[in-house]
C-alpha cells in the first residue's frame, strides 16, 4: 500500500514537475504569466487520445508529431497575440498584467473549444496496461514507461539549457532582459523561444499523463495550479527546484489520496501552497527577490 | 469627514443618485416579468463588477475568485435559509466572506500581486472541491433546495439597495484617506510604503469590503435558483463574466463598470439563448478583443478623446487627482 502511494506519487510528482519546468521557462524567460499552459497539456492528452483510438498510433510515437507541432503552435501564439502586448507593455508589471487577461481569455476559448469536441466525460485509452512488479507493488507498466519518459525528457532539458549556447542565452534573458541585450543576445527571439519550448514541455506532459490517467476537458486548471504552484515552490526559474517541488507535490497527494480521501487532493496542494507563501514565497531555492 | 460630506460636491451627486435609484424601484410596476429577470441580471453583475473594481481597479491586482464569494453567500442562503430569518441569514453570509477574504488577503496580499492571482485563479476549484467533498461525506446529500418566500421583486428592490450602499461606499471611499491611500498603491508601492501607508492593511481591507459585497450578492440571488450544487454555485465563468465587464466598462472609474456591464449583461443573453455550446469560445474572443483593443476600457477611451493632454504618461498625477474631481 504504501509503496504503491509512494510510487505513484513519483509518477504524478515526475509529471508535474515537467510540466512545471515549461511554465517556469515561459514564465522566468518570457515573462508570460500563462494561465492558458493547462489547457495545452490537456490539448495534448486529447490529441494522444485521438492518434490512440481513431489511427491505432501509440503516443510514444505521437509525442514524435506533437513535440514539434506544439512547438509550432506555441510559436504562433506567442507571435500572434502576446507579442503585441510584449510591445505595448512599458514594464514587468503590465506585461504580467496583460499577459494574465489575454491567457484568461485563451483558457475559455481553448476549454470552449474542447468542450464542443468531446463533452464534458472523463477520457481515458488503453496503452501497456499490464502489472510489473516493482518493490513488491504491481505498477501498471504505461506508468513506469511515462516516468521514463519524463526523465529523459527533464534531463535533457536540463542539459539544453545549462550545456549549450541557447540555453546561455535563455537563462541569461531569464536573469536581466536589459543587459542581455548588450551581449548580442536576440532578447525576443529568446523569449519567443522559451515559450514554445515550454509550451512544447505542456505537450510532452500532457500525453504522457493521458498515458495512465484519466482526463476531461475541465481538468486544465487544475494543471495550470499545480504547475504554478510547483514553479512558485521550487524558484521561478529554477528547475532543479521544480523538480523537487513537484515530487513532494506529487508524493504528498497520493499519500493523501490513498490514506485520507481521493477529493481532498487540490486541498493537499492549497495547503502546501499556503505554506510556502507563508514561510518561504521566494521557492525553496529561489534567491530572495528584491 | 463630516465637513467634506456637507460640501455641495457631495451633495449634489448623492442627491442625484438617491432620485435615480428611487425612480428604478418602480421598474417592477412598468415591465413583465422577462424583462424583470433581465434586470435582475443586469444589477446582480453591476454589483459584482463594481465591487471588483474597488479593489483590483487601483491597485491591479487581478481577482479571479468573484465567484468563489457569490457561491459563499448562496450557500450561506442554502443551508440557513430556512432556519434563520432572511436579515440574519445575510449578516452570516456578510461573515462568512469576511473570513475567507481574510484569510486570502493576509496569505497573499503582503507579496507581489501575481501570488494573489494565483491563489484566485485556483480558489475557485478548492471551494467547489471541498465543499463537495463535504457534502458527499458529511450531509451525503450532493445539491440543496431552497424554498424561501422571497419573490423576484423582492429580489430586485434588494440588489437595487445592495448596489445603492455600493456605490455610496465608492463614493465616499474615492474621497476618504483610504481610498487615497489605494490609489497611491496602485500607482507605486514602494512610494506609498514611503508615505507611510500600511500597504498590507489597506490592501486586505480592501479586498474585505468587496468580498462583501459579492458574497451579498450571492445570498441575495440564491432564493432564484431553488436548487444549487457546488458546480451550479461555484461556476468559473462567472468569475470570468464580471471581469470582462469591468474591464470593458473600465475598472479605474466608480461608474465606469456599468458602462461594461449593460452591454454584456444583454450580449451574454443573446449568446446563451442562440449559442449555448459556443458560449464560452465567443466570451473568450470578446474578452481577447476588449484586452487588446480597449486597455482603458469605454472610460479610458472616453478620456482620452475628451481631454488629449492627460493621456501623457508624464503626467501621472492628475490621474488620481481627477477622480476625486
Known amino acids: ?290 | 469627514m463630516i465637513n467634506c460630506i456637507l460640501k455641495p460636491d457631495f451633495i449634489k451627486p448623492v442627491f442625484l443618485g438617491a432620485v435615480i435609484f428611487a425612480a428604478l424601484a418602480f421598474l417592477p410596476s412598468l415591465v413583465d416579468s422577462y424583462y424583470m429577470s433581465l434586470a435582475i441580471s443586469i444589477v446582480s453583475f453591476a454589483v459584482l463588477a463594481t465591487a471588483w473594481s474597488m479593489f483590483s481597479g487601483p491597485t491591479r491586482y487581478i481577482s479571479l475568485a468573484t465567484v468563489v464569494f457569490f457561491g459563499i453567500g448562496a450557500y450561506t442562503v442554502a443551508v440557513l435559509g430556512e432556519v434563520l430569518p432572511f436579515p440574519v441569514v445575510l449578516v452570516c453570509a456578510a461573515l462568512a466572506g469576511t473570513m475567507l477574504a481574510l484569510l486570502v488577503g493576509f496569505s497573499t496580499l503582503r507579496l507581489a500581486g501575481v501570488y494573489f492571482v494565483i491563489f484566485t485563479f485556483g480558489l475557485t476549484e478548492l471551494v467547489r472541491q471541498v465543499v463537495s467533498w463535504y457534502e458527499v461525506n458529511v450531509t451525503r446529500e450532493m445539491g440543496r433546495y431552497i424554498f424561501l418566500d422571497i419573490t423576484q421583486n423582492d429580489i430586485y428592490w434588494q440588489l437595487l439597495t445592495l448596489f445603492a450602499v455600493l456605490l455610496l461606499t465608492g463614493f465616499i471611499l474615492g474621497r476618504s484617506r483610504l481610498g487615497f491611500a489605494l490609489r497611491i498603491i496602485g500607482e507605486d508601492e514602494t512610494v506609498a510604503r514611503h508615505c507611510g501607508i500600511n500597504v498590507t492593511r489597506v490592501k486586505v481591507a480592501l479586498f474585505v469590503l468587496s468580498a462583501v459585497f459579492m458574497t451579498l450578492t450571492g445570498a441575495i440571488m440564491a432564493p432564484r435558483w431553488t436548487y444549487i450544487d457546488p458546480v451550479i454555485a461555484f461556476n468559473p465563468m462567472l468569475s470570468f463574466q464580471v471581469v470582462i465587464m469591468a474591464l470593458l466598462g473600465g475598472p479605474r472609474r466608480l461608474l465606469g463598470p456599468l458602462l461594461g456591464v449593460i452591454p454584456l449583461t444583454l450580449l451574454f443573453e443573446v449568446l446563451t439563448a442562440n449559442f449555448p455550446n459556443h458560449f464560452s469560445i465567443m466570451l473568450g474572443v470578446t474578452f481577447m478583443v476588449i484586452v487588446y483593443l480597449l486597455p482603458g476600457g469605454v472610460i479610458g477611451l472616453y478620456e482620452k478623446y475628451r481631454t488629449p493632454q492627460k493621456a501623457s504618461p508624464s503626467n501621472g498625477h492628475s490621474k488620481t487627482e481627477e477622480k476625486t474631481a
Open chain 1, 1 to 290: 500500500m504504501l509503496s504503491y502511494a509512494v510510487f505513484s506519487g513519483i509518477t504524478l510528482g515526475g509529471m508535474y514537475a515537467l510540466v512545471a519546468m515549461g511554465l517556469t521557462l515561459q514564465y522566468g524567460v518570457s515573462r508570460i504569466m500563462n494561465l492558458a499552459y493547462g489547457e495545452l497539456v490537456i490539448v495534448a492528452s486529447f490529441a494522444a487520445f485521438v492518434l490512440m483510438t481513431s489511427a491505432g498510433i501509440n503516443p510514444v510515437i505521437g509525442l514524435l508529431i506533437f513535440i514539434p507541432a506544439s512547438f509550432a503552435l506555441n510559436w504562433a501564439i506567442y507571435r500572434i497575440l502576446l507579442s503585441p502586448l510584449v510591445a505595448r507593455a512599458k514594464n514587468r508589471g503590465m506585461l504580467e498584467v496583460d499577459s494574465i487577461l489575454a491567457t484568461f481569455g485563451l483558457l475559455f476559448i481553448v476549454q470552449g473549444i474542447l468542450l464542443v469536441w468531446f463533452g464534458g466525460n472523463y477520457y481515458s485509452y488503453d496503452f501497456m496496461n499490464g502489472a510489473v512488479d516493482v518493490f513488491g507493488a504491481a505498477i501498471a507498466a504505461n506508468r513506469l514507461v511515462a516516468l521514463g519518459f519524463a526523465l529523459v525528457f527533464g534531463l535533457g532539458f536540463y542539459l539544453v539549457l545549462t550545456r549549450t549556447r541557447m540555453g546561455t542565452a535563455l537563462r541569461a534573458v531569464a536573469v536581466d532582459p536589459q543587459s542581455a541585450r548588450l551581449v548580442a543576445i536576440d532578447v525576443n527571439f529568446a523569449a519567443c523561444f522559451a515559450f514554445a519550448l515550454g509550451g512544447a514541455m505542456a505537450a510532452v506532459g500532457g500525453v504522457l499523463v493521458s498515458m495512465f490517467l484519466t482526463f476531461s476537458t475541465s481538468m486544465g486548471v487544475a494543471f495550470t495550479m499545480k504547475a504554478l504552484i510547483v514553479v512558485i515552490m521550487g524558484g521561478v526559474g529554477n528547475m532543479l527546484g521544480a523538480l523537487v517541488a513537484g515530487l513532494i507535490l506529487g508524493i504528498a497527494e497520493a499519500l493523501v489520496a490513498t490514506y485520507i480521501d481521493p477529493g481532498l487532493t487540490i486541498a493537499v496542494t492549497y495547503v502546501i501552497f499556503l505554506l510556502v507563501l507563508l514561510i518561504k514565497p521566494s521557492g525553496l531555492f529561489g534567491r530572495t527577490v528584491s
